[in-house]
């Protein structure tokens, strides 16, 4: 999974893959205006892909129709905020290792914060388990709750679910777990790509959700910045990319 994650559309892998094979085609007469072919589509991709304004462009039939929630009057009943873990940067040498959100991660860390300020009590469930462990390491939802905690959420108010490593596992284990506390309804929070396969997936399994996405992992950036390429909006492509492609496994299996 993490070889396909680094391997998609606007990563490096994928630049030199298609930039190989393009290479080849020129070598052969029969194929070299197809080998030309690919390499001008991929180095037009790729500006797209770099390019602020247009990869927010891209994400835009993701993140349609979900909007933070501004008010407790919006929340209504809800007695829990789920929030789904983006990914844990690790570092370490042979005797301590330090845990950390990476931005999506810290982003969707501080929309529960809000939240929860504005709601004021229950329970924060935040989960992420194990998917690449490290000797010494704990399930990636810890990083998190380390980070809700530095916000003045209580300890005992959050629940880990470190035994889901995807979003069809969130769904499934993290209904399971509220409804047998008495919990029904709840605030969903991760990142404004992925809201809408969350969104589908929870729903799949009869949860009473209310969305609220984070703020993007891109910048909207002023002036210039929109239109100038960046390695913010090529790593947000990628994101865009595995959202796109997940919805379209996840109907395939009839998961949403």
């Known amino acids: 999974m993490e070889l396909f994650k680094h391997s998609l559309p606007g990563s490096i892998p994928f630049l030199l893959v298609i930039l190989a094979a393009g290479l080849a085609l020129l070598k052969q007469t029969r194929t070299h205006r197809l080998g030309w072919t690919l390499l001008v ?23 349609q129709g979900f909007e933070p929630v501004r008010t407790k009057f919006e929340l209504g009943d809800v007695q829990a905020i789920v929030v789904l873990d983006g990914g844990t940067f690790r570092y370490g ?11 999506p991660s810290a982003l969707r860390a501080l929309e529960a914060a809000r939240l929860y300020r504005l709601v004021g009590t229950g329970l924060v469930v935040v ?9 010494g390491s704990g399930p ?12 003045g959420i209580p300890e005992s108010a959050i629940i880990m679910d470190s035994a889901s490593n995807n979003t069809r596992e969130h769904a ?15 605030a969903l929070v991760t990142s404004p790509t992925h809201i809408r396969r969350s969104v ?30 960046s390695e913010q909006a090529l790593l947000f492509t990628q994101e865009i990319m595995h959202d796109y492609i997940g919805l379209a496994y996840y109907l395939f299996l009839n998961w949403i």
């Open 41 to 63: 589509g991929l180095f037009l991709s790729y500006v797209v892909f770099s390019i602020p304004m247009l990869s927010r462009l891209l994400a835009v039939p993701l993140e």
């Open 93 to 103: 040498d042979d005797e301590r290792l330090v845990e950390l959100p990476n931005r």
């Open 127 to 135: 989960t992420g388990g194990t998917a690449n462990p490290r000797p």
């Open 140 to 151: 990636e939802a810890s990083a998190m709750r380390d980070t809700l905690l530095k916000t």
């Open 172 to 186: 499934v284990n993290v209904t399971k777990l509220l409804r047998e506390r008495g919990i029904s309804k709840f």
């Open 200 to 229: 589908l997936a929870f729903k799949a399994e009869g949860a009473d959700i209310i969305p609220s996405p984070s703020r993007s992992t891109l910048e909207n950036g002023y002036g210039w910045e929109k239109y100038w390429p």
